[in-house]
């Protein structure tokens, strides 16, 4: 059997290859991937830039008020239509909708500034009901695109409560846009 003598000269550089290797991988591949830090431009060339996606606090303390919502669509037999809330990042609404009959529906999201054909889905499917929170992940408009693909009208019914400013109905006959009043809590005791 062969004995290895392991000197401290030998662990020492042992050690500092490996603190070098953590650090390559660290600038490679951790913080672009992670926290969107890219140094050297090497996340965004192998396409893990911002690989986390949004990061939405657990607690956001809000000043304006507290809105509920009601609303509903009759949809005729392939007709569409889509309803959206202004929320800023990291702000949240508690929602249900249900319906008379099967929708496609898709729960997405536009970022302010940015091109609409670029939303982000959270939900898509087919289905005649669903409730949830939602905590919106950038500053933009966000809510559902419903879809009666049926032979006959659809009745579609949206209950939401958060701290949205507005909300907007895209449908055929054009963008129209529900303000909900800004009071604060003093307004309201």
């Known amino acids: 059997m062969t004995e290895v003598s392991v000197t401290a000269s030998m662990l020492t550089r042992s050690v500092l290859v490996s603190i070098g290797i953590a650090l390559v991988a660290l600038v490679l591949f951790v913080l672009p991937a992670e926290y969107g830090i890219d140094p050297l431009g090497a996340g965004e060339l192998m396409g893990i830039d911002g690989m986390a996606g949004y990061s939405v606090a657990a607690l956001t303390k809000e000043e304006g008020a507290y809105h509920s919502d009601r ?11 889509e309803y959206k809330y202004t929320l800023h990042q990291g702000q949240a609404l508690v929602y249900r909708w249900w319906a008379d009959g099967e929708l496609v529906f898709d729960l997405h999201a536009e970022e ?15 289905g ?15 809510g559902w695109f419903w ?23 895209y449908s055929a006959s054009g963008e129209f846009k529900k303000s909900f009043p800004q009071t604060t ?4 005791n």
């Open 71 to 81: 609303v509903q669509f009759p949809l005729a037999p392939f007709e569409s239509i």
């Open 112 to 126: 302010e500034g940015t091109d609409p054909e670029d939303s982000v889905s959270f939900s898509v499917g087919r």
């Open 128 to 142: 005649a009901e669903e409730q949830g929170t939602y905590s919106a992940p950038f500053d933009g408009v966000h």
């Open 147 to 169: 879809e009666n693909r049926g032979a006959k009208e659809v009745i579609v019914t949206l209950e939401s409560v958060g701290y949205y400013e507005d909300s907007t109905v």
């Open 185 to 188: 809590e003093s307004d309201q």
